[in-house]
């Protein structure tokens, strides 16, 4: 079988689909990501720590939605920038985006690390 291509994977990522066959549905819940893909039977977390560059994916997007904001309110608003305002806009950024981009988190680092390093035989379970 052909190893899907990057673009794909990330397709797949952005849709919070499996970043190795692009089955729907790896989520049970919010922040409960299923152990293996139901069709392709990929073991998701590929090495202890795995999920930590998921981390630093959200992490990134964090601080960009953040500075996005705070480059953009002062912009708008110069000279009279709203600093209260956008310090409360800023910290509702950071406690609700790393909430919002959980699944996406997981699934784009994924589908980034599948491209880098593909499949070996190890990686996928032997049942359901
Ligand atoms: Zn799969």
Request: aromatic share 14%; net charge positive; proline share 7%.
């Amino acid at each position: 079988m052909q190893r899907p291509s990057v673009f794909r994977r990330l397709g797949w990522a952005l849709g919070i689909r499996c970043p190795n066959c692009g089955r729907r549905k790896i989520f049970k819940r919010w922040f409960r990501m299923d152990k293996q893909c139901g069709n392709c039977h990929l073991i998701f977390e590929r090495m202890p720590g795995y999920w930590v560059g998921a981390m630093i994916i959200n992490f990134a997007v964090t601080a960009g939605a953040f500075l996005l904001m705070l480059i953009v309110g002062m912009v708008v608003t110069w000279p009279d920038v709203p600093w209260t305002t956008l310090t409360f806009v800023g910290l509702a950024i950071g406690a609700l985006m790393p909430v919002v981009a959980f699944p996406w988190s997981r699934t784009i680092f994924a589908a980034l690390e599948l491209a880098v390093r593909p499949t070996e035989p190890g990686d996928f379970a032997l049942d359901d």
